[in-house]
């Protein structure tokens, strides 16, 4: 028992072609969004993960900096210590100054 299939008018193929192409575009539209919306995904991974880089950079840079700086901060601690004592007054009384300890003999070169 077979069933006898009717035949397809020219309107009923019109409208499954028809059908079968707007199904088409929709799922081509679908595909579309999705890809485009990775392709965002994708675009703004990279960028972040460049910035990343870049900041990771910087900071690498700015910690070496703070190292070079305290570096420097504990040198000149020490100068400021040294200046505030008692040897480099009298360093600079002898040397700058000329002056002598009572009781001490200077000696004179002569030949110059």
Request: proline share 3%; hydrophobic share 40%.
């Amino acid at each position: 028992m077979e069933t006898e299939q009717k035949p397809i008018t020219p309107q009923q193929e019109k409208r499954r072609r028809r059908k079968k192409r707007e199904s088409s575009i929709v799922l081509g539209l679908y595909i579309t969004f999705w890809v485009a919306i990775l392709v965002g995904f994708i675009v703004l991974f990279v960028y972040q993960a460049g910035v990343y880089n870049e900041r990771q950079a910087r900071l690498t840079d700015l910690n070496a900096q703070i190292e070079v700086a305290q570096i420097e901060n504990e040198r000149l601690r020490i100068q400021i210590e040294f200046f505030d004592s008692d040897a480099y007054v009298e360093y600079l009384a002898r040397s700058i100054l000329g002056m002598v300890r009572p009781h001490e003999i200077v000696f004179y070169n002569v030949d110059y």
